[in-house]
């Protein structure tokens, strides 16, 4: 579990959950649902990653990657969603959501949550964010001088001058693996991820599933995530966790683009296999 030492002495003596996240952050939106299945209030600490407020010295001396979400508790820094998720289950729930006998299935399927980060990122800022306000080029220079990480810098590149069309085909594609992945999981009935019981398995994929349902991406050909999604969107943690974090501004905006996408064959169902569906 990735606890690191603050970047400055002030942050060692916070008190309380401090948690730095952003409205639209699928890693983030799995920490509030956590944070809300414990009943757990926290100081909230939003970062616009369009106005470049995560590259800043401040933010890295948070998080040295540069990303969200990344949570204090009592001084205790802890990056990285999945073991924020974790750190707060066995703090508050006594790893109620973590049980030992679906230690092996609840490890991978954060795993798999994890490397699907890559194909989601890409479908959003270009399904979502790209229709969006965008940086003026001060506070694009100044994204790219805060980012330590060459592989950040080079996404912002390339999201700024626009991705090459081959490059979405391969996010649409393996997202559509990963969603196979689940789907198969899910066969015979199983009710949730791990098995026998709702657990952190199922609180790294509800803000996955949530963002393809916003992108307007076909998910009725997955219906056993459909109705797993289902059951875990019916839980108080999910509204708590998205309701009034999300931009209404910027939804309302990416989602009619979104749709006049699609009438022009151009909406997230043109790309990689689910052009062929």
Not at 2 to 13: A, D, F, N, S, V
Not at 221 to 234: G, H, V
Request: proline letters at 5%.
């Amino acid at each position: 579990m990735p606890i690191i030492e603050p970047g400055r002495e002030e942050l060692k003596h916070l008190e309380g959950i401090h948690l730095w996240h952003s409205g639209m952050s699928n890693c983030s939106q799995r920490c509030r649902i956590t944070l809300a299945e414990f009943g757990q209030e926290f100081e909230s600490h939003l970062v616009n990653p369009q106005k470049g407020e995560h590259a800043t010295e401040a933010f890295h001396q948070i998080n040295p990657k540069g990303v969200v979400p990344a949570l204090i508790h009592d001084g205790i820094l802890i990056i990285e969603s999945t073991d924020i998720i974790d750190y707060l289950d066995s703090t508050f729930g006594d790893s109620v959501l973590r049980p030992a006998h679906l230690e092996a299935q609840i490890a991978e399927s954060l795993e798999h949550a994890s490397q699907s980060q890559l194909a989601l990122k890409y479908c959003t800022f270009e399904f979502f964010f790209q229709h969006g306000p965008q940086a003026s080029d001060e506070v694009f220079q100044q994204i790219i001088a805060g980012l330590h990480s060459k592989v950040m810098q080079d996404f912002w590149h390339e999201y700024r001058v626009g991705f090459p069309r081959k490059r979405i085909h391969e996010m649409v594609g393996r997202a559509h693996d990963d969603f196979l992945c689940r789907e198969a999981v899910l066969e015979d009935g199983r009710e949730w991820m791990a098995g026998d019981q709702f657990s952190l398995a199922d609180i790294a994929w509800m803000p996955n599933f949530h963002r393809f349902d916003l992108l307007r991406w076909p998910l009725d050909q997955y219906p056993n995530l459909m109705r797993w999604f289902e059951t875990a969107s019916a839980r108080p943690s999910y509204r708590k966790a998205l309701d009034g974090w999300e931009p209404l501004p910027l939804m309302k905006m990416a989602l009619a683009t979104l749709d006049e996408r699609r009438v022009n064959n151009d909406g997230i169902d043109s790309y990689g296999p689910l052009a062929a569906a």
